[in-house]
């Protein structure tokens, strides 16, 4: 999985909780995509919550309307097809459905263990610090307990400080961007060794596409390349939909 400046293997990441944090413009969007391409490319399905219609130029089946059987968009995920849930227009029924879909997906991955990923992009309405709701609840649960099960979660947001902490403590892998609030720099320097004095300005110094990568705990500063949208991987079965309803 060639990412820019850095090479990982799937192994490598599989079934892990990875954060990817930086503000507006950092580029941390694009690490996801990235991110997200090249675990298709490995045939590992992904089903990405997309706030915002930044992933619709990944190869996946999109669905922005959810009057469909959750069931449905499992048995999608496990063929390897990836997804792509639009919930620009967040509402009772987009929260209803996606409660549905995740506890359902738990369920059946306690028989089949499928290897396979959950992007949440703007993690922070989703896995919020110090609020609880039943979405928020089986996100938390899948996060810190799916590697038994075969998921792994990647967390998306440019509000380090609201995510959950539980689960941003927890994950393995970090991809940190540019961030310039004192509450942001503050989650870095609770996630990282480092502790220089020139921690703050080498942070805030960085450019779109930079980030400090941290695993297994090292870290590199680290440049990831853009989003690659000709050499997109071939989705399982048909191509991409829009709008589906099953």
């Excluded at 944090?21 to 950092?26: D, F, T, V």
């Excluded at 309405?125 to 799916?146: K, Y």
Aim: hydrophobic fraction near 40%; charge should be negative; include cysteine.
């Amino acid at each position: 999985m060639e990412l820019g400046s850095i090479t990982l293997t799937k192994e490598q990441v599989l079934r892990k909780c990875i954060a990817i944090l930086g503000i507006r413009g950092s580029g941390k969007s694009n690490t996801a995509k990235v991110m997200s391409q090249e675990l298709m490319r490995e045939g590992i399905p992904l089903v990405i919550v997309d706030p915002d219609g930044e992933y619709r130029d990944l190869n996946a089946v999109t669905f922005d309307k959810f009057n469909v059987d959750p069931e449905e968009l499992v048995n999608l995920l496990m063929i390897g097809k990836s997804l792509i849930l639009d919930v620009n227009e967040w509402n009772e029924e987009v929260f209803k459905f996606l409660t549905e879909f995740f506890n359902y997906l738990w369920e059946v991955s306690k028989v089949y263990r499928r290897d396979m990923f959950i992007l949440l992009e703007e993690a922070h309405e989703f896995i919020p610090q110090g609020e609880r709701s039943p979405l928020s609840d089986v996100l938390v649960r899948i996060a810190l307990r799916g590697r038994k099960r075969g998921l792994g979660m990647i967390l998306v947001s440019q509000r380090s400080a609201k995510v959950n902490k539980d689960v941003l403590t927890q994950s393995e892998i970090y991809f940190l961007h540019k961030v310039v609030h004192p509450v942001d720099m503050k989650v870095y320097k609770e996630i990282l060794p480092l502790k220089t004095k020139d921690f703050d300005k080498e942070v805030k110094s960085m450019s779109t596409g930079e980030a400090i990568f941290y695993k297994d705990g090292e870290f590199t500063k680290v440049w990831i390349r853009k989003f690659d949208e000709i050499t997109l991987p071939s989705n399982p079965g048909n191509g991409q939909g829009e709008g589906v309803e099953i």
